[in-house]
Nanobody, 122 residues
Framework: QVQLVESGGGLVPPGGSLRLSCAASGSIVSINVMGWYRQAPGKERELVAVLISGGRTNYADSVKGRFTISRDNAKNTVYLQMNSLKPEDTAVYYC????????????????WGQGTLVTVSS
């Protein structure tokens, strides 16, 4: 079984910074894409940032220049460094991975973490 475990959320004042982490564990052959999504109260889940195998990244326009996604391949961990946080960044942040799970027959999975709450408020 494969799982993603997030950490690093919390309460931060406007203009502050947080670093989220997401570690993938289990029988993993390879990870193609790891990324972060968020869902604010009353809104749909939206893409924040993704990192594709090979190093290509994609960011939501609302976070460009403030957030940075990175990955430690040896640890199967993805990070989201969030700077200059704004109240509108308040949301539950979810980690997502598209990966190849090892088994009798390897298969591709799309896996989600449980979410971590980020609150930006004074």
């Amino acid at each position: 079984q494969v799982q993603l475990v997030e950490s690093g959320g919390g309460l931060v004042p406007p203009g502050g910074s947080l670093r989220l982490s997401c570690a993938a564990s289990g029988s993993i052959v390879s990870i193609n894409v790891m990324g972060w999504y968020r869902q604010a109260p009353g809104k749909e889940r939206e893409l924040v940032a993704v990192l594709i195998s090979g190093g290509r990244t994609n960011y939501a326009d609302s976070v460009k220049g403030r957030f940075t996604i990175s990955r430690d391949n040896a640890k199967n961990t993805v990070y989201l460094q969030m700077n200059s946080l704004k109240p509108e960044d308040t949301a539950v942040y979810y980690c997502n991975a598209n990966l190849l799970q090892a088994g009798e027959r390897n298969r591709y999975l799309d896996v989600w973490g449980q979410g971590t709450l980020v609150t930006v408020s004074s």
